[in-house]
């Protein structure tokens, strides 16, 4: 019996290393997609970027049906903030955009394998890259998106590995720590989540199936409430 459970044990290693393996083969194409694509883009637009909850909003076609300014979606999904400082040229400072609104770090709440406090490990690559956004786009109105709610009771949730250490409360506390950097190197911190609440502060479960992404209603939510910053 203990020899099946170490088989059994084994092949799911296996399956889950797969799973990364192919995981971060994808994230590495859609960088050299975007790569590709930039040497076509119109600089001095609207930029959104970040992790894979701004990849998924469909924001070039909100605006383009609304009759607004052309924004440019380089969300790439399961980035973390180490992964965005590292390809921070292609998502972001090759753009030179006019307006940016940057959300990204969820994933270093999540998932922190090798111990290290998500809070400091995540205050200093955010710190880092407003940095070199004030550096390189000094004339970039930025827009640092609050990082939205979660769902533990979601259907999903608890799927892979759950959610890790993402709970409202440091969520919460991570928004504190982006509206402060925010005010430290003058750019805007904007929180568009209220609609996508429920009473106890959740993310509506009407709008997620693991806890964390949202459906079109969701991004709707939220675009409806950007709509005057852009």
Known sequence: MAEREQIMEEA?????????ARFEKEKERKLN???????????????????????????TEYCLNEGLPIAYNR????????EFLAAIDTVLLEIAPKKLFINIGTND?????????WYGHLSRNYRAICGIIREKL????????????VNWD?????????????????????????EALAREFGF?????????KDEKGNLKLAYTQDGIHF??????????????YL
Do not use: W
Request: proline share 4%.
């Open 12 to 20: 799911r290693k296996q399956m889950l290393q797969g799973m990364i």
């Open 109 to 117: 709440i999540a998932f922190r394998p090798d111990g290290e406090d």
């Open 75 to 82: 969300g790439i999904g399961g980035y973390t903030t180490d």
């Open 33 to 59: 997609n975007y790569r590709a694509q930039n040497l076509y883009i119109q600089k001095g637009q609207t930029l959104f970027t970040g992790s894979s909850l701004m990849e998924g909003f469909p924001i």
């Open 138 to 149: 000094p004339d970039t109105a930025v827009y640092m998106m609050a990082y939205y709610p």
């Open 188 to 196: 805007h911190y904007i929180d568009v989540n209220d609609g996508l």
């Open 154 to 178: 979601a259907p999903l949730a608890k799927e892979n590995g759950g959610l890790g250490a993402r709970t409202n409360e440091n969520v919460s506390r991570a928004n504190r720590m982006a």
């Open 215 to 228: 459906d079109s209603a969701g991004y709707r939510t939220v675009f409806d409430r950007l709509k005057k």
